[in-house]
């Protein structure tokens, strides 16, 4: 072949392939068709049914044109993803409040004080034990790759005070470390559902879910109250948090069993967030003590004061403890065994520190509701967790304006209401935090005096 042919040959492949993405605009376009009658009705991202029947149909078709099957599938499999991925609102990443904390550390950095009242952070630091053990456990040369299964100790440790805290039956072979619970929540995700898989939310709910499910291209089915709680049926998955992020609420039993009702139609699987569980003012039911299929995920950030270790740990039965061991094996090899070390002392004495924490909670909530006294806010105290979730009663109130002004104008930082599903006249107060007894009181004028 000569030169003129081979840039005739050039020319029709590029104007094959501006064909090709021309029809693939053309079919998202059509997709985005399908998506708004979908939503107007109610129904799933997927449906296996109709998918079988266009593979069938790409699969004749490639025969005919004598492709290869596995180029075909590949084909296939990308058109599906991205028809997901168009059907899937986006995600807000981690959410506002991140936002907010990224710009009070900006500000910080050139020198001037933030109140922080954003993030959930709290006031306390860990048990005097922890850091003795992490310098012996590094002197001792625990300083090298591990497993992802864990070490023996931390186990023992999170499973007799997971045995303690909530009645339930956790071997340590039932129970897993991770690296904080937020990557543990994400490893749960990937292991166990696919795009496209439906997953139930009860709002409002600590943004990170949602950034997560349109990540991985689920789709959220989200509920207000228990009387919208047979719109979950079909779901995968449900992620429940008690007591909650951001309103601090704790789930009944009677709503546990309703929802396990719900659930176990389907086999579908509770990730039950229980970063929180030892912040709780109230008798808390274990999720995983009434709902047999559930994965129990556990963090020393919060009652143990430990954010920066990034340290957690899942609970639940054998085999999908070993599912997620791989993909933990995968993705981090294994948590630092020096940090197991440090959380296994944290966890071995939990029974007397978290009473202790408890107590200190108690007060900072107490000092929290007299600083505000007199504030355009509608609250109830919460029954646990670091936070407030007021209503503010400001004509016209935009949470995320008011988040970003009130940082710029006031140096105070406060997590936007919006970022927890529809509550922009809402704030997430952090109570807890060594700021609060200026930034409250800082908090309660700015609102007072608040024009928008
Ligand atoms: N779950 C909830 C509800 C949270 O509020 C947070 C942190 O704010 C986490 C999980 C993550 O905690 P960590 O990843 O530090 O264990």
Request: negative net charge; charged residues 30%.
């Amino acid at each position: 072949m000569n030169d003129m042919n081979l840039d005739d040959l050039r020319a029709r492949i590029r104007d094959v392939t501006l064909r090709i993405v021309d029809l693939y605009a053309e079919r998202l376009s059509l997709v985005r068709k399908v998506a708004e009658l979908k939503a107007e009705r109610g129904l799933p991202v997927r449906n296996r049914e109709v998918e079988s029947d266009l593979w069938r149909s790409v699969l004749a078709r490639c025969g005919e044109a004598g492709l290869d099957e596995y180029d075909c599938r590949r084909i296939f499999n990308f058109l599906i993803s991205s028809s997901i991925s168009a059907q899937v609102p986006e995600g807000g990443g981690a959410g506002p409040h991140v936002e907010v904390f990224r710009r009070a550390k900006e500000i910080e950095r050139s020198g001037e004080k933030v109140y922080h009242l954003e993030v959930g952070e709290p006031p306390w630091s860990f048990p005097p034990n922890v850091l003795d053990s992490l310098v012996e456990a590094v002197k001792r040369g625990e300083t090298r790759y591990g497993t992802s299964l864990g070490l023996p100790r931390f186990k023992e440790a999170a499973s007799e005070w997971l045995s303690h805290r909530d009645g339930v039956d956790a071997r340590p072979e039932r129970v897993i470390p991770t690296p904080g619970s937020k990557y543990a929540i994400f490893s749960i995700l990937s292991t166990f559902l696919r795009p496209g898989d439906r997953i139930g939310l009860m709002l409002p709910a600590w943004p990170a879910y949602r950034g997560m499910a349109a990540h991985l291209s689920l789709e959220m089915v989200e509920i207000r109250s228990m009387r919208e709680v047979e719109r979950l049926r079909g779901v995968s998955a449900f992620i429940l948090c008690s007591p909650n992020n951001p309103d601090g609420r704790v789930w009944t039993r009677k709503e546990l069993e309703e929802l396990s009702e719900i659930l176990r139609e389907n086999d579908a699987l509770l990730i039950s967030d229980d970063a929180y569980a030892e912040l709780s003012f109230v008798d808390r039911m274990a999720p995983a003590r009434i709902y047999e299929n559930t994965l129990s995920v556990n963090t020393l950030s919060k009652a143990f004061g430990m954010t920066g270790f990034r340290l957690g740990y899942v609970m639940g039965d054998e085999e999908r403890v070993r599912k997620l061991s791989k993909f933990l094996g995968l993705t981090i090899t294994n948590v630092p065994e020096f940090l197991q070390e440090a959380g296994a002392s944290a966890l071995e004495s939990a029974r007397d520190w978290t009473g202790r924490v408890k107590e200190n909670l108690a007060s900072y909530l107490d000092l929290a509701m007299r600083k505000l006294e007199g504030a355009p806010l509608e609250m109830n105290r919460p029954d646990g967790a670091l936070y407030l979730f007021p209503r503010v009663e400001l004509e016209g109130f935009s949470s995320m304006d008011f988040a970003f002004r009130l940082l710029e104008e006031s140096r105070i930082a406060v997590a936007p209401g919006s970022g927890f599903g529809p509550y922009d006249d809402r704030l997430r107060i952090t109570y807890a935090s060594p700021d609060a007894d200026q930034g409250l009181r800082l908090l309660r004028e700015a609102l007072q005096s608040w024009r928008s």
